[in-house]
């Protein structure tokens, strides 16, 4: 497969998932609406060409379902979040709680609220259009990726993007249009890992310093014997409550993101 042909099924894929994920962030419609919509598509459905284009949308959809998972991580906010959360759960010491669960819902609905702009910039200018067959398929991918790409620009430090150009062999693009999904999607990755561990390690500071303090006060009084760990994670804990903690790292997790 050629890159260029790699790179539209990649475009392919990201915008089906971005039209489930546009679907999923915006209001869902009253229920007079939805059967309103059932009865038009049995309506449509007397049409031939209408089965085969309902029957190809839903096979986008159910392909989009299957790679939501993989384009959610790869391609939005979720994976800072989700980093500095888990280092967030260690630096206080508790390796199960907030259990996995708690954590991956927390991540994914402050994923929805931060990607809200983008999702409904995808819906007003690809989805809409195309299910209303005002534009084709091929333009309704490039209207739908583009928002994607200037989120993922953004977020995207050059230094990251340069290594992934220049592993790729590919000449140098000169703007910002020329570079491509391939290149763009591992970027903003690592550019995504290296902000989640600079929030995280300023996350760490506070529960380190606890637990240097407790170490040097149960070695001063000769209670060597006794783990750390069970005088410093209630501090920790109480500490955390006392400052409002998931308040500030929700914060400060939402305004790095420009």
Do not use: Y
């Amino acid at each position: 497969m050629t890159s260029s042909s790699l790179t539209r099924t990649i475009q392919l894929l990201l915008l089906s998932a971005l039209l489930v994920c546009s679907s999923i962030a915006i209001a869902a419609p009253a229920d007079a609406n939805a059967l309103a919509g059932l009865t038009d598509l049995n309506v449509l459905s007397n049409s031939k060409s209408s089965d085969l284009a309902s029957a190809i949308r839903i096979l986008v959809l159910l392909t989009a379902l299957s790679l939501i998972p993989t384009l959610l991580i790869a391609t939005t906010s979720f994976l800072r979040i989700i980093v500095v959360l888990s280092m967030l759960r260690h630096g206080i010491g508790m390796q199960d709680t907030p259990p996995n669960a708690a954590l991956l819902s927390i991540a994914l609905f402050l994923t929805l609220f931060s990607m809200q702009p983008v999702w409904k910039e995808v819906n007003q200018q690809a989805w809409l259009p195309f299910q209303q067959n005002k534009v084709t398929l091929g333009v309704a991918i490039e209207q739908g990726v583009k928002p994607m790409r200037d989120f993922m620009v953004r977020q995207t430090r050059e230094s990251d993007l340069a290594l992934m150009v220049e592993l790729s062999g590919d000449e140098k693009p000169t703007t910002v249009d020329d570079i491509s999904i391939t290149q763009l999607i591992p970027a903003f990755m690592l550019s995504e890992l290296r902000s989640a561990f600079q929030i995280g390690f300023m996350v760490f500071l506070p529960f380190l310093l606890v637990d240097l303090i407790v170490a040097s006060v149960l070695t001063s009084l000769g209670m060597m014997m006794v783990p750390p760990i069970t005088i410093s994670l209630p501090l920790k804990v109480l500490m955390f409550i006392l400052i409002d903690g998931w308040n500030l790292v929700v914060k400060s997790l939402m305004g790095s993101f420009s």
